[in-house]
């Protein structure tokens, strides 16, 4: 039965040629019958005029939703050779509903009106033409009525059909642009979360990496001459490395399924209470940073507490990378009413401009555009570029009420 019913959505002309056929042979037995029993009072019977209406009629049935405004002018064409020729009626005439139902639901709205208009004056025109001789004329009117209402309602039935098509249409639309949006915004989402994971993993890794670095060829210089030195050296190298492990667990602990976390086994997100820890970090490594904090600390949203962070981080980090060996560097933490201000300073001899001007050579320069989408994902902003007087300096605002 299913394969029935696709074949027939899928050959509509070929079911309608069958109705075709199965009403040319209803007609034919029709004329035969009255031709047998003389001329029928409501018209001629002439084969010349009546056989050509009827295949005419059939040919609309068979082509009605290939070409359903062509058939219906076709219709009413034949209509009035009817009318005129005073041609007797047939079961074809059924073909006049059939075209009105088929414009009204999937015709041209011109085609529609117009095969309204024709199945109203249909009836009347032909019960004038072809009056009730028993009845009166009162009779013959409630007649025409009678006979003009499946004309109406096989419009209405087409037309309603129309409506919940075009219904149907919309919703699928609608489906289909919301699924692409829901797409889109998946991938914005992926590529969101990406980002961030690339930010957060450059941050741990250059900061942390940069300390085991200079702490190493410290250690190296000074292994001979000055062992205690050394070890200490290799200590903090040793708390760095566990420190730049644990955050990266937590990074992989975001890419996995999240049920650690929920244990506690990956360390939070760093604050700014961490600030002073990373400070100690930095001096504890060789770099000389005054560390201040103005106006009245408080609670922060979190992502402006790890913005902060982070860009106190990795100022620090390029310091260490760009400024030389003897570089010092100043941080100010301002509490502002609407926000918090950073300062970041050093008085090094500064990075290359082209990793703060044009976003870095040969993969460098991440961190200062990881800096300014951090500052603008919480709707701050961020300023960085070389001291008048040498060095570099890296400001920044970040508001307490998140970007819309």
């Known amino acids: 039965m299913q394969r029935l019913y696709d074949f027939i959505r899928r050959h509509p002309t070929w079911v309608d040629s069958f109705w075709a056929v199965f009403l040319l ?32 009629l059939c040919l609309v049935i068979a082509l009605r939703r290939r070409m359903p405004e062509k058939m219906l002018l076709l219709a009413v064409g034949v209509g009035l050779v009817q009318l005129t020729l005073n041609v007797a009626t047939t079961p074809a005439n059924f073909a006049f509903l059939v075209i009105v139902y088929t414009v009204a639901a999937t015709g041209a709205r011109w085609a529609s009106w117009l095969a309204l208009g024709a199945g109203l004056c249909a009836a009347p025109l032909a019960q004038l033409r072809w009056p009730e001789r028993d009845a009166s004329a009162l009779g013959n009117i409630a007649l025409m009525i009678f006979l003009a209402v499946p ?43 990406r980002a961030r994971i690339a930010r957060e993993l450059h941050d741990v890794v250059a900061h942390n990496v940069s300390v085991m670095v200079v702490q190493a060829d410290g250690a190296a210089y000074v292994l001979d001459a000055a062992p205690d030195q050394a070890k200490k050296a290799l200590e903090t190298i040793s708390s760095t490395g566990r420190q730049a492990l644990a955050e990266m667990r937590r990074l992989l602990g975001v890419l996995r399924t999240g049920e650690h976390q929920e244990s506690g086994e990956y360390v939070p997100q760093p604050d700014v209470e961490q600030i002073d820890d990373l400070i100690q970090q930095c001096r504890t490594s060789g770099l000389p940073v005054d560390f201040k904090v103005e106006g009245t600390p408080r609670p922060l949203p979190s992502g402006v507490e790890l913005t902060a962070y982070r860009i106190v981080q990795e100022a ?59 500052v603008g994902m919480v709707g701050g902003t961020l300023d960085a570029g070389p001291r008048p007087g040498g060095g570099f300096r890296i400001s920044a605002l970040l508001p307490l009420k998140p970007a819309h």
């Not at 042979?25 to 002439?46: F, H, L, N």
């Not at 004309?151 to 919703?171: C, H, K, M, N, P």
């Open 25 to 56: 042979g209803i007609s034919a037995v029709t004329v035969a019958v009255r031709g047998e029993g003389g001329q029928d009072p409501s018209g001629t019977d002439s084969e010349a005029a009546v056989i050509p209406v009827v295949l005419l």
């Open 151 to 193: 004309f109406a309602l096989a419009w209405v039935l087409g037309d309603s059909i129309r409506t919940r098509r075009a219904y149907y249409e919309q919703l699928e639309e609608r489906a289909t642009r919301l699924e692409k949006e829901r797409e889109a915004q998946a991938k914005v989402a992926v590529a969101a979360e």
């Open 316 to 374: 620090l980090t390029n310091t260490r990378k760009h400024g030389g060996p003897n570089a010092g560097a100043s941080v100010r933490l301002v509490y502002f009413d609407d926000g918090l201000g950073l300062l970041v300073e050093d008085d090094g001899k500064g990075a290359p401009h082209e990793l703060y001007e044009e976003g870095g050579a040969d993969g460098r320069g991440h961190g200062l555009i990881g800096m300014r989408e951090r």
